[in-house]
């Protein structure tokens, strides 16, 4: 089973350095199946880092709920819509099969052929018992079926309604059951009684099948080859032959409506749909109708296709779409505890240092690996990122000592290489004023308040008055959008170790801010660099002043 590394939608340079970092660990550790992914896109600053130590992205995961594609059967077990039903019959004995797709000249699926439908064909209704002589079927396909030989005449090719008749009457009856029929609808099969074969070959009927191998007279083989009807001889007695002969009935006459999927089906939808369905078996089709796969009931009690190692966040607001319907048997994390919750034990690692950088490289340590030099680069970035190179209130010794070591593995000085990724793509210049809420956002629930925090960090505030109107209209527009009850963005001056704090939304919280206003929706907050131990905190003291959420 696939194990995936990953860090929170709207990933940081720390969510991204730590996923990778700790899914090397694990392959270090001889672990075959653990890929980094990522729940969102990186930005320059990422992109820069990781070029720099000769990393790719890591894969990107819209969705990590279990898709129809991660369990269905794709080597596709199918018959042609022209095919026998004598042929589907043994294909689904040879391969165990309750039901069958059925496709046409493309491979798209017309429908599907289920076992139950079948044995109704078999044994139809005492009722509807006499509509059981009917069949769609060619001449060439009946004498398949039997394995008959033909005496005189030839084998059409062609589909048509067939009257199967047996000859067990006197002559005279005969000849008024065959007047009830179009004759050349009519197969009649019929021991060594020549007399009645010779008044069908008369009657011009389709053709004469002589059961028992019984030998066909010379005289009937000539009168048949003149009025062009085929007699065929059959090995087997009448009973049997006729029998199989209905198994050349083709398979699309036996059709029912089918529920399909697609692939990307989301599994929970495809188990509530499957449940409600008689069927056992559900085809996968493209959007041409194609068939890509197939689905039994059974595939849906496989196990999970892939489980999830969650890193740099708990909250399963900020987790990967579909988290919660994937296990989650580790968490690596330096955040609050959000309201997580397991079926069984896992490991969750909450550590209130500056980065999950720093628990990555501590789990190197505790596993008595040694960090290779690109990774140690890696996780300096993450760390220096998420304290602003230690200074911020969120770094600890740990965090100090850890940097200094990483620092030491990867041969980069820590102050350098700060200054390196700082200089990179100033949000406010790169990026424009959506991405800028959206490339470092987070979503919290407190009380039944759901609400969002950018952060971007700067080298400077120079290029921020010129941007500060549309960034609050896009403020509007993300808090409007997502339907929070506020959304803030935090601009962090990484130099001077202050901030501009913009908010949107929710006016009875705003105007309980007690810092200084630099203009409408817009404050200082000076000394404030840390969203999750600075910013989050007083936010979620205002809220709860504001009594329940109605
Ligand atoms: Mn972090």
Same mark, same amino acid.
């Given at each position: 089973?696939?194990?995936i590394?990953?860090?929170?939608r709207?990933p940081?340079?720390?969510?991204?350095?730590?996923?990778?970092?700790y899914?090397?660990?694990k /392959?270090l550790?001889?672990?075959? +199946?653990v890929?980094a992914a990522?729940?969102?896109?990186?930005?320059?600053r990422i992109?820069?880092?990781l070029?720099?130590?000769g990393f790719?992205? @890591?894969?990107? %995961?819209s969705? $990590?709920a279990?898709?129809v594609a991660?369990?269905?059967q794709?080597?596709i077990?199918s018959i042609h819509a022209?095919?026998a039903?004598?042929d !589907?019959? /043994?294909?689904m004995?040879?391969?165990?099969?309750?039901?069958? @797709?059925?496709?046409d000249e493309?491979?798209r699926?017309l429908?599907?052929?289920s076992a139950?439908?079948?044995s109704?064909?078999l044994f139809?209704?005492r009722?509807?018992a006499?509509?059981?002589?009917?069949v769609?079927?060619s001449l060439a396909?009946?004498?398949?079926t039997?394995g008959? &030989? *033909?005496m005189?005449g030839?084998?059409? /090719?062609? $589909?048509?309604?067939?009257v =199967?008749?047996?000859g067990?009457?006197?002559?005279?009856?005969f000849?008024?059951?065959v007047?009830?029929? +179009?004759?050349?609808q009519?197969v009649?099969?019929v021991?060594?009684?020549?007399h009645i074969?010779m008044a069908a070959?008369?009657?011009?009927v389709? !053709?004469?099948?002589? &059961?028992?191998?019984? @030998?066909?007279?010379i005289?009937?083989?000539?009168e048949?080859?003149k009025?062009k009807?085929?007699v065929v001889s059959?090995p087997?007695? &009448?009973?049997?032959?006729?029998?199989?002969?209905?198994? $050349?009935?083709?398979v699309?006459?036996?059709l029912?409506?089918?529920t399909?999927?697609t692939?990307?089906?989301?599994?929970?939808?495809?188990r509530e749909?499957?449940v409600?369905?008689?069927?056992?078996?559900?085809p996968?089709?493209?959007a041409d109708?194609?068939?890509?796969?197939v =689905?039994s009931?059974s595939d849906?009690?496989?196990p999970?296709?892939?489980?999830?190692i969650?890193?740099?966040?708990?909250e399963?607001?900020?987790?990967v779409?579909?988290?919660?319907k994937a296990?989650i048997?580790e968490?690596l994390?330096h955040?609050r505890?959000?309201?997580f919750?397991?079926?069984?034990p896992?490991?969750f690692?909450?550590?209130? *240092?500056?980065?999950?950088?720093?628990i990555?490289a %501590?789990?190197y340590?505790q596993?008595?690996?040694p960090?290779p030099?690109?990774?140690a680069?890696?996780?300096? $970035?993450g760390l220096?990122?998420?304290?602003l190179?230690l200074? #911020?209130?969120t770094?600890t010794p740990?965090?100090?000592?850890?940097?200094?070591?990483l620092s030491?593995?990867a041969?980069v000085?820590p102050a350098?290489f700060?200054a390196?990724?700082f #200089?990179?793509?100033?949000?406010?210049?790169?990026m424009?004023?959506d991405?800028?809420? &959206?490339?470092d956002?987070k979503?919290?629930?407190s009380?039944?308040?759901?609400?969002?925090?950018?952060q971007?960090?700067?080298l400077?505030?120079?290029?921020?008055p010129?941007?500060?109107a549309?960034l609050?209209a896009?403020l509007?527009?993300?808090c409007r959008?997502r339907g929070?009850?506020?959304?803030a963005?935090?601009v962090?001056?990484v130099?001077?170790q202050?901030?501009l704090?913009?908010?949107?939304?929710a006016p009875e919280l705003w105007?309980?801010i007690?810092?200084?206003?630099?203009?409408? /929706?817009?404050?200082?907050?000076?000394g404030?660099v #840390?969203?999750?131990k600075?910013?989050l905190p007083?936010?979620l003291?205002?809220?709860?002043?504001?009594?329940?959420?109605?």
């Amino acid at each position: 089973m696939q194990t995936i590394v990953i860090g929170h939608r709207n990933p940081d340079m720390d969510s991204i350095c730590s996923a990778i970092a700790y899914a090397r660990l694990k /392959q270090l550790q001889g672990a075959t +199946d653990v890929v980094a992914a990522r729940a969102g896109n990186t930005n320059a600053r990422i992109d820069y880092v990781l070029q720099r130590f000769g990393f790719p992205s @890591p894969m990107f %995961l819209s969705d $990590a709920a279990p898709r129809v594609a991660d369990v269905m059967q794709r080597d596709i077990i199918s018959i042609h819509a022209d095919a026998a039903v004598y042929d !589907a019959i /043994q294909l689904m004995a040879e391969k165990g099969l309750r039901g069958l @797709p059925v496709t046409d000249e493309a491979n798209r699926c017309l429908g599907l052929l289920s076992a139950l439908r079948l044995s109704h064909y078999l044994f139809p209704r005492r009722e509807q018992a006499a509509s059981a002589r009917m069949v769609v079927a060619s001449l060439a396909n009946i004498v398949t079926t039997f394995g008959g &030989t *033909v005496m005189a005449g030839e084998l059409s /090719q062609d $589909a048509a309604d067939t009257v =199967l008749m047996v000859g067990a009457m006197d002559l005279k009856t005969f000849s008024g059951r065959v007047e009830r029929h +179009d004759p050349s609808q009519v197969v009649l099969f019929v021991g060594n009684r020549e007399h009645i074969q010779m008044a069908a070959i008369e009657a011009r009927v389709k !053709a004469v099948v002589v &059961t028992g191998g019984l @030998p066909v007279e010379i005289g009937i083989r000539h009168e048949a080859n003149k009025r062009k009807v085929t007699v065929v001889s059959s090995p087997y007695d &009448t009973a049997t032959t006729v029998l199989l002969a209905r198994g $050349a009935v083709r398979v699309d006459r036996l059709l029912e409506p089918f529920t399909s999927f697609t692939a990307d089906t989301p599994l929970d939808l495809a188990r509530e749909r499957a449940v409600e369905s008689l069927a056992s078996t559900f085809p996968i089709v493209d959007a041409d109708g194609v068939i890509v796969g197939v =689905l039994s009931k059974s595939d849906f009690i496989k196990p999970p296709p892939r489980r999830l190692i969650l890193v740099d966040h708990n909250e399963l607001s900020q987790a990967v779409p579909g988290a919660d319907k994937a296990p989650i048997i580790e968490i690596l994390d330096h955040h609050r505890i959000g309201g997580f919750s397991s079926d069984s034990p896992i490991h969750f690692w909450n550590n209130p *240092v500056g980065s999950t950088s720093t628990i990555v490289a %501590l789990c190197y340590e505790q596993a008595g690996v040694p960090i290779p030099p690109d990774v140690a680069g890696l996780l300096m $970035a993450g760390l220096i990122s998420d304290t602003l190179n230690l200074t #911020s209130p969120t770094a600890t010794p740990v965090d100090k000592r850890t940097l200094k070591e990483l620092s030491r593995i990867a041969g980069v000085d820590p102050a350098k290489f700060a200054a390196e990724i700082f #200089s990179v793509g100033s949000p406010l210049l790169t990026m424009n004023d959506d991405q800028v809420i &959206t490339s470092d956002c987070k979503e919290y629930e407190s009380g039944g308040r759901r609400f969002s925090i950018s952060q971007i960090e700067e080298l400077n505030f120079s290029h921020f008055p010129e941007k500060q109107a549309a960034l609050v209209a896009a403020l509007d527009r993300h808090c409007r959008n997502r339907g929070l009850f506020f959304a803030a963005l935090l601009v962090t001056d990484v130099n001077t170790q202050n901030s501009l704090l913009l908010g949107s939304g929710a006016p009875e919280l705003w105007q309980r801010i007690d810092f200084p206003a630099q203009s409408p /929706q817009t404050w200082e907050l000076n000394g404030i660099v #840390s969203r999750k131990k600075q910013l989050l905190p007083y936010l979620l003291g205002r809220l709860s002043g504001l009594g329940a959420a109605s």
